[in-house]
């Protein structure tokens, strides 16, 4: 990825991945050529004795934008939007419906479905059985994301399942992760949103290799996360929706305004100034970055 190659901070491309992985899916969306493109706002803290190399924290996505599939113009736009009386801000596609869906079919970035849901002979036992999740390979480290918002109910060691994270979301619906390499800040009974890391791919409990065992139960059954009918949730009508349409013409606007400023029409790669020459006490949490993505 050219963002990596760019010297571009794992925080900030993680952070990027996370919102538009609630309308993409990496392993099939986004292929060589195409570019993604946002705006993403984020403490930086200069080098110091406790930060050698700097830090970078607090990452949010205000705008994203992807170019996907092979030589289209297809297109994906994102925008965070508050809502009036809400605390919490909440992603939009351009029509005013959630950019995420109820519950994430794959709460994962860059990994490869490996194992189906249903039945099949146990890796380890060698036994037929059935399946209840799905299996994600993926290497050992690669952030796990909660599939929807709920609280946990439990983060802890769970037999075979090795590290294991489950969440009881609305609806009746609930997630579990298993095999983790460690958990996320989350413990249990703590509210979680949606694309919070909650835990780390790993080989812990009954398992041949790094990967996430993920699960869906539904009213306690347990259901297929990948053929699940989860519909989008619309936040906006009427007159909320019609400003939010003017609201993010002013933020294309000003996205295009920043690209021009740069000399570029289109898609950019910026340099932050040097950290070591920013005040650790004065910055300000509004540096908008904007990178371009390329797979190889």
Known sequence: MSLKQDGMADEIILEMARVLGFSLDFRY????????????????????AYFPDGLVTNCNTNYAHARIGYGSDET??????????EEDSVYLDPDGRSAANTILRV?????????NFGGRRHPVLGTWRNHNGTDFAA??????????????????????????????????YKTAYAHMSRFGRFGAGERVRQGEVIGYVGTTGRSTGPHLHYEVYLDGRPINSQTMAMPKVAYLEGEALDQFQQDIEGIRGEFAIALARQGVNDFVSLTFPALSEVNLLSLPRSASLSRQLQPE
């Open 139 to 172: 290497p050992t480290g690669t952030p796990i994301y909660a599939a929807g918002d709920g609280i946990v109910e439990r983060a802890n060691r769970y037999g075979s399942f090795g590290n294991y994270v489950r969440i009881r979301h609305s609806g009746g």
């Open 29 to 48: 969306d986004i292929h060589q050529g195409n570019r993604i493109r946002g705006s993403v706002t984020c403490d930086f803290y200069a080098a110091s």
């Open 76 to 85: 994906v736009e994102i925008f965070e939007h508050f809502i009036e009386g």
């Open 107 to 115: 709460p994962i970035n860059g990994a490869r479905l490996s194992s």
